[in-house]
């Protein structure tokens, strides 16, 4: 078998926000927030569903699947490859707006409906060593949580570094597929959950569309460009830093501590300055 990188934008929403196979989000969201008994989330409708790009290749601000269950609360599960400036006030307006957005003018409130938040990031955000984490808005003192309505969890995906024999629950295989998918050939065993095994079914690319196959593709060109142009920026912004630091008499291993340039490059910098 030939899995997908879960973390490419069109493997993501083709797996997740597929509407023919809702199982797997449903598996997915019962899992993470820990939902059980009467509390399980049994039927979802996905707001945005998984669609080819107009135009190949086409990439959306944001990479999201959004889902509302029969009680009307949504849920939005978002992957984020790389950290940006101002993620975290970006992750709660965007929550915000979103449950905001249910409401047409002159309705009342109180027909609000919870917004959940899933971020799955390939990056540490959070000071807490733990791979997933909830967030809710608590009264300091009490711990009260009377404000219910906005929740948000985040996976944090390289805090996560279990093998597939020390997997125990759900949540813990879940993760695993969605950070190791790429580097597998086959589906692991014992795998008990119908959303979960019908996820490692879609994630192999053997059985896409060629037009699937060819914009996942470009997505991971497309990605690759991002990252180069990043990489660029930063290194860019570490010459500055190299040439002020060289004209205020610094050394090289200083500058090199400072910059993370090597000596050969604070070197060819010297002699253009």
């Known amino acids: 078998m030939l899995f997908a990188d879960i973390k490419n934008d069109i493997a993501f929403r083709k797996i997740f926000g597929n509407e023919n196979k809702t199982e797997i989000l449903i598996s997915f969201l019962n899992s993470v927030l820990k ?3 009467n509390k399980k989330i049994t039927w979802v409708a996905i707001l945005n569903p998984y669609q080819l790009p107009i135009v190949l290749g086409a990439k959306s601000t ?4 959004k889902a509302k269950d029969k009680t009307g609360k949504e849920y939005i599960v978002e ?3 790389t950290e940006r400036i101002g993620f975290a006030k970006r992750v709660m307006y965007y929550s915000a707006k979103s449950y905001a957005a249910q409401l047409d003018a002159g309705n009342n409130y109180y027909k609000l409906k919870p917004t959940i938040f899933i971020g799955i990031l390939n990056f540490a ?3 807490t060593k733990d791979y997933l984490s909830r967030h809710l808005i608590l009264d300091v003192e009490t711990k009260e949580h009377k404000l219910k309505d906005l929740e948000f ?3 944090e995906l390289p805090k996560f570094d279990k093998t597939e024999e020390e997997l125990q629950n759900l949540v813990e295989k879940w ?9 597998l050939t086959v589906i692991p065993p014992n795998l008990d959950d119908e959303g979960l095994a019908t996820a490692y079914k879609e994630a192999n690319r053997h059985g896409w569309t060629k037009e699937d196959l060819e914009a996942y593709q470009y997505a991971q060109l497309r990605e690759m460009d991002d990252v180069a142009r990043e990489m660029l920026v930063e290194e ?4 500055k830093i190299a040439t002020n630091a060289i004209q205020k008499g610094l050394d090289n291993k200083t500058i090199a501590e400072l910059t993370e340039l090597s000596i050969e490059q604070i070197e060819q910098l010297r002699n253009t300055t």
């Open 35 to 37: 939902l059980e008994g």
């Open 62 to 65: 944001i990479l999201d699947v």
């Open 79 to 81: 992957m984020q490859v």
């Open 125 to 127: 955000f959070l000071e």
């Open 153 to 155: 969890n985040f996976i």
């Open 175 to 183: 993760v695993y597929f969605i950070k190791n998918a790429e580097s």
């Open 236 to 239: 860019k912004k570490a010459k």
